[in-house]
């Protein structure tokens, strides 16, 4: 059977930590950001979790 290949857009978006957790960007934050707030742009600038419903399929494509 063949190897498994990464997914090249999840192997650029998403980072693995050294415990194991998924981080991701969030939306919102490449363009007209003159509208958003302050506040809405900091939020947004920070990253987060991987939601737990979609980890196990996220965890197939990178390949772990």
Known sequence: ???MKTDS???KRIKITGSGK????KAFRGHIME???SV???????????SPGIEKNIKKL???
Do not use: H, V
């Open 35 to 37: 509208k958003k707030s």
């Open 1 to 3: 059977m063949p190897k």
């Open 22 to 25: 998924l981080r991701r960007r």
């Open 40 to 50: 809405r742009s900091r939020r947004l600038g920070r990253e987060t979790d991987i």
């Open 62 to 64: 990178m390949g772990l």
């Open 9 to 11: 857009g999840a192997k």
